[in-house]
């Protein structure tokens, strides 16, 4: 097939897939020489689905919004993400601002 970003070539090869930068395992798919981009098909889609649900990331990501309290800004964690993230009360985290788009918080 074609790449939809490069309109490069693709070929078939089993790529990694990461979700949350935790490796679900390497999957059948069509991956652009050119550009590096994956496509999966359905069934395989799918299947990385089903594992990230397995493993307790599927629909992990949430939005939150940015308060003010005093001086400071928080946002709040909700209890899902700190409860996989086995974040507790009281704990030191670090934040990393990764760009102007993006904070990384180091537990
Ligand atoms: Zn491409």
Redesign the pocket.
């Known amino acids: 097939m074609k ?1 939809v ?2 309109n ?1 070539k693709t070929k078939q090869m089993n790529a990694e897939h990461k979700e949350m930068g935790i490796p679900l395992g390497k999957f059948p798919a069509e991956v ?1 020489e ?2 590096g ?1 994956t496509y999966f098909s359905e069934e395989t889609a799918g299947k990385i689905q089903q594992k990230s649900k397995d493993m307790g990331l599927f629909g992990l990501a949430r939005k939150a919004t940015v308060a003010e309290i005093g001086n400071s800004i928080a946002i709040r964690i909700p209890k899902e993400i700190a409860n996989f993230l086995k974040m507790k009360k009281g704990e030191q985290v670090t934040l990393i601002p990764e760009g102007r788009k993006e904070l990384k918080i180091e537990i």
Request: glycine letters at 12%; proline letters at 0%; aromatic letters at 0%.
């Open positions: 790449c970003l490069c490069g652009c050119q550009c981009e």
